[in-house]
């Protein structure tokens, strides 16, 4: 059966079940905010082995949440005040029309003091969201925010160097920082229990760990469509997304280049315990001097996997397959991992001899859940290694990125790294410790040694003998600590505060800096700074 007519006999099967459902039940279908501050409380009561919850699929839907969590159960185990999220008595059975919005905002003053610079900082953003339902079908929500970035030195240099503040949007250049904006939207939809439709600009995050080798919180927002189908102990996701490349662009949109990317996540419940999730992504079109492509209707086709259609399409696009997995060891206790393979082939992994092409990584970590039996106590550790070239691609246009930023892991490639993380919430209090290790390679003297995935791997250094960490050694400790206070919950409107150690060694070089912020701000997500 060719692809085009397999695609289109499921694409039929898809738009019945679209149009009539499987179920009479119908719930909300908001995104819970993609954030830990939300997700860290609801760690232990979904690493219950009695509920078949798929962790590593994230945003969550609050429609899901809420068959597992209440607002009593948040409270009694936590005391955190998530439950505006979860409320079985309002966000999820309440079948009326609702619209609504308010501010987003933030005032974080700070100071840093470094080996070769010492500074006022600031972070400061306004804007506003709104949000609407209908009948708990369809749900939307936007948001626009537009902020003045007084970095710290090392996220200036990065963000003048690479055009962007993490994970936000292009950097314009200040007198004394950058300026950005972002903006984030959705339309949610579910004719049934089965079926979820999403439509939206923002950004997904699959895995169970800090961070995901497979696909990240990372860079910037992406325009998507999502399509969600859960049955038995199944949990499939379609992902289409539009990505850019921004290189040289000078922040004129007009220069971006678009390239195209798709996405497939399988997540299986093996058992009570233990789940495993087959994970793929092709990403294809960027527009230069070799090429110009459009998006290929090739790969629509919603069938795991992609790697026939590619070879069948006589094309070289940049495809990457993977496993996410975890195990429910006790109810206070996950582990997990990740593997991601970019090349593979068993006769050169087989032979050690050091292929370019051995492009793979791996992730191995635990959560524990009330550690010594205190509620709300919880400790993480993870290991992450990606191996050189990885993520990198023969046309620069088609490595797996996006704005500039990796849609994996934002050191790239050719690196190892530890993670700790000790967190505490309480009422409205949520506190956290982290302390990061990582070990990467850089290049010198015009030679690409693999860690940097915008470059192209036809220009690599070595053909063989090649190793994790080569290149100019690079040594990063970042060491921090988080607290906020939720004073509205209905705003997400907290009381929070940051202090963060960076030790950067560069061969022989060694770079010390330490910042503190503190203020009042709504949220956008996720704001990764520790690379």
Request: charged share 15%; glycine share 10%.
């Amino acid at each position: 059966m060719r692809a085009s007519t397999l695609f289109g006999w499921l694409s039929s099967m898809l738009f019945v079940a679209f149009l009539f459902g499987w179920s009479t039940q119908a719930v909300s279908q908001e995104n819970l905010l993609l954030e830990r501050a939300f997700y860290q409380p609801l760690g232990k009561i979904l690493n219950n082995p009695e509920h078949q919850f798929h962790t590593a699929v994230k945003p969550y839907l609050v429609s899901e949440v809420g068959t597992i969590v209440g607002e009593d159960s948040i409270h009694g185990a936590y005391g955190y005040p998530i439950s505006r999220w979860v409320n079985k008595n309002d966000s999820i059975i309440d079948r009326s029309s609702r619209f609504g919005g308010g501010p987003l905002f933030a005032f974080l003053p700070g100071y840093e003091i470094g080996d070769t610079k010492s500074k006022y900082l600031s972070n400061s953003f306004f804007g506003a969201y709104i949000t609407g339902k209908y009948k708990d079908k369809f749900y939307l929500r936007g948001t626009y925010a537009t902020a003045n970035y007084v970095q710290p030195e090392f996220l200036k240099n990065y963000s003048t160097a690479q055009g962007v503040v993490p994970g936000m949007g292009y950097a314009f250049g200040t007198e004394n920082g950058h300026h950005f904006k972002n903006a984030t939207g959705y339309i949610s939809y579910s004719p049934s229990e089965i079926f979820n439709l999403q439509l939206g600009h923002g950004k997904n995050f699959w895995g169970d760990g800090y961070r995901s080798l497979l696909l990240s919180d990372v860079a910037n927002n992406y325009s998507y469509l999502k399509i969600t189908t859960t049955i038995w102990k199944f949990k499939y996701i379609n992902l289409f997304a539009d990505l850019y490349n921004i290189r040289g662009s000078g922040g004129d949109r007009s220069d971006f280049t678009k390239k195209y990317g798709a996405f497939h996540l399988l997540s299986y419940n093996v058992s009570k315990r233990f789940n495993i999730a087959l994970f793929e992504a092709v990403i294809w079109g960027g527009e230069d001097s070799l090429l110009s492509r459009r998006f290929d209707v090739n790969y629509l086709n919603p069938v795991i996997f992609f790697r026939p259609v590619e070879f069948s399409l006589g094309s070289h696009d940049n495809t990457l397959v993977g496993i996410n997995m975890s195990y429910k060891a006790a109810t206070w206790l996950q582990l997990y991992g990740q593997i991601v393979i970019d090349e593979f082939f068993v006769k050169e992994v087989l032979a050690q001899d050091g292929w370019w092409g051995n492009k793979q990584g791996f992730q191995i970590g635990f959560n524990y859940f009330d550690v010594g039996g205190v509620p709300g106590l919880g400790w993480q550790t993870e290991f992450n290694y990606v191996r050189p070239y990885t993520y990198s691609h023969a046309r620069e246009a088609q490595n797996y990125a996006h704005f500039n930023q990796s849609l994996a892991h934002p050191l790239g490639a050719n690196f190892t790294e530890l993670i700790v993380i000790g967190s505490y919430a309480k009422n409205n209090w949520m506190l956290e410790a982290k302390g990061q290790f990582g070990q990467y390679g850089t290049d010198y003297a015009g030679r690409n040694l693999g860690q940097d995935i915008f470059k192209s791997n036809l220009e690599r250094d070595n053909e063989f003998n090649n190793t994790t960490g080569q290149g100019i050694q690079n040594d990063l400790l970042t060491a921090g600590l988080k607290m906020s206070y939720l004073i509205l919950p209905a705003a997400n409107l907290r009381f929070s505060g940051e202090w963060m150690y960076r030790n950067h060694k560069i061969g022989t070089t060694a770079q010390n800096t330490q910042f503190f912020m503190l203020g009042l701000q709504t949220s956008l997500g996720n704001f990764y700074n520790d690379f």
